[in-house]
């Protein structure tokens, strides 16, 4: 299915053929559509790193395994793994890697029906090589969801409306859209939907998050991006920073091992105490994006922010137990048992 034009939203003026006045209120049918990234990673491993690749080499090494990667996947197989009902809009290519991707969505409970092949760009792929110790290098093809257009989203718009939640992931990674991000943000608001986003590599800069803050309902990036956002080093000091841009929501920064802080409204500070792991630590990489799925899952069902913060805790912990972002996340209620929720 193709039904999203190719645009350079810098080019885009207006209403983006939505017409917001005339709209009303849709039904939030979905608990949250996860927007943006969606990546066969190909996990190759044992690789050597300190020994060249050369020409006619052959490492011989474990079985390859194709797992779908990116925020879409993690955040998305996540949350409907949580009990929460979840959509992903994103691109994929018109090849095997696109339609194992659809495969895996569905089984897993993902609805799909915005999850668009394009019909030139490939799947977006990254041979993941892990050599023995864990440590990861990475061959990478940008693919298909890097053509996702503010048109696109607008051209989408009432399935994205009907989401009590929108997050959006990878920002610093994103520059093509990032200008046009504020704008769809506050349309989303504007119609009932809460925002998410999250940040990835380096974090990029303030601007344009700057723009988009006082737009976001939620937003924790990792200490690593909001320490190269903001300049600062001090939790508390990097949260003034985006509570000063006018950030109406919750805010955090996530702290790896340490757990992460929360804040609800200026000047709140809630520590997060890390879970233990319930198992070996195999592969952090992810991490970040399951405690997206648990928060948004324990806002989603009403719980306080402390609480969301305590199942978005344990979806971290989980993750870091398999290999893939997804792949260690556990049923619902074995997640909160583990978050300490008792009454389970
Ligand atoms: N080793 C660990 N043991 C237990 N919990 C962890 C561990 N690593 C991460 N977590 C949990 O997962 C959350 C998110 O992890 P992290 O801070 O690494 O996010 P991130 O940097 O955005 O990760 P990524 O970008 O790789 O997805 C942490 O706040 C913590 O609660
Ligand atoms: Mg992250």
New binding site residues.
């Given amino acids: 299915m193709w039904g999203c034009g190719l645009y350079d939203c810098v080019n885009v003026g207006g209403k983006m053929g939505y017409d917001s006045d005339m709209a009303e209120q849709v039904e939030k049918e979905i608990d949250v559509i996860v927007a943006g990234s969606c990546v066969a990673d190909l996990v190759c491993r044992p690789v050597p790193h300190d020994i060249p690749i050369g020409e006619k080499v052959l490492h011989e090494i474990e079985p390859i395994q194709m797992i779908p990667g990116g925020i879409t996947a993690?955040a998305g197989i996540t949350l409907a793994r949580l009990g929460c009902k979840t959509s992903v809009f994103t691109y994929v290519g018109a090849d095997h890697f696109g339609r194992m991707m659809r495969v895996i969505f569905e089984e897993r409970g993902v609805d799909v029906s915005a999850m668009y092949t394009h019909p030139e760009a490939p799947t977006s792929t990254t041979a993941v090589l892990i050599s023995d110790d864990g440590e990861r290098s990475f061959l990478h093809a940008k693919g298909a969801p890097k053509l996702m257009d503010l048109r696109a989203y607008y051209k989408n718009m009432e399935q994205l409306e009907s989401a009590k939640y929108f997050l959006w992931a990878y920002y610093g990674l994103n520059p093509q859209i990032e200008g046009c991000l504020p704008k769809l943000l506050e349309e989303l608001r504007m119609r009932g939907t809460k925002t998410a986003i999250?940040a990835?590599g380096d974090g990029g800069g303030m601007k344009p998050l700057e723009e988009m803050l006082p737009h976001l309902d939620v937003y924790v990036?990792?200490?690593?991006?909001a320490k190269n956002q903001t300049g600062k080093k001090d939790v508390e000091k990097i949260l003034k920073v985006y509570r000063d841009c006018g950030a109406p929501g919750i805010l955090g920064v996530?702290?790896?091992?340490?757990?992460?802080v929360l804040s609800g409204a200026d000047g709140e500070l809630i520590e997060?105490d890390?879970?233990?792991?319930p198992g070996e630590?195999v592969d952090?990489?992810?991490?970040?994006?399951?405690?997206y799925a648990g928060l948004l899952t324990g806002l989603v069902d009403g719980y306080t922010l402390e609480g969301a913060g305590r199942l978005?805790?344990a979806?971290?912990?989980c993750?870091?137990t398999a290999l893939g972002?997804w792949c260690g996340t556990r049923a619902r209620a074995y997640t909160n048992q583990l978050a300490g929720f008792v009454d389970v």
């Fill in positions: 993690n999250d990835a990036p990792s200490y690593h991006e996530k702290l790896g091992k340490e757990g992460a997060i890390a879970v233990d792991a630590v952090t990489t992810g991490a970040g994006d399951c405690f978005a805790a979806a971290g912990a993750a870091v972002g």
